[in-house]
């Protein structure tokens, strides 16, 4: 698999809420700052609040490719993100946000790494 096969993979799995596949594209020291500015660190943790998220049916996105460069052990993947969701009322809300997915490739595998969410409005 190479790195834009392993970025798709991934944002696959986020995308059809498929939580074992998801986990499996994590490196163990995988860190994510949500667009709260909260910081999640390792894969236990990420797992662990991705499990909430993806049991929640009312959210949607769509990404927007930006940017994408790699090399042999290392990829970054730039998107524009719209984040559609229901508040704990019911009312939609909507998000812009840049997210930025850092692989790594120990081995044969790409791994993500770092997941960095920016919002943009």
């Known amino acids: 698999m190479d790195f834009a096969e392993a970025v798709e993979h991934h ?9 074992p596949t998801y986990t499996a594209t994590l490196h163990d020291d ?3 700052v949500l667009p709260n500015g909260k910081l999640l660190e390792g ?12 049991a929640d049916p009312d959210w949607s996105w769509t990404l927007e490719p930006i940017r994408s ?7 970054v993947a730039l998107f ?3 984040y559609d969701d229901l508040d704990a009322d019911g009312k939609p809300y909507a998000m812009n946000y840049l ?5 790594t490739r120990p081995g044969d595998r790409w ?3 770092h997941d960095q969410n920016t919002l943009t409005t």
């Open 11 to 19: 944002l696959a799995a986020v995308s059809a809420r498929d939580l």
């Open 30 to 32: 995988v860190a994510i």
């Open 43 to 54: 894969r236990e943790a990420v797992t662990e609040f991705n499990r909430d998220w993806f």
């Open 69 to 75: 460069v790699s090399d042999d052990s290392a990829g």
């Open 80 to 82: 524009a993100v719209t």
């Open 99 to 103: 997210l930025s997915l850092t692989f």
């Open 111 to 113: 791994l993500l790494l």
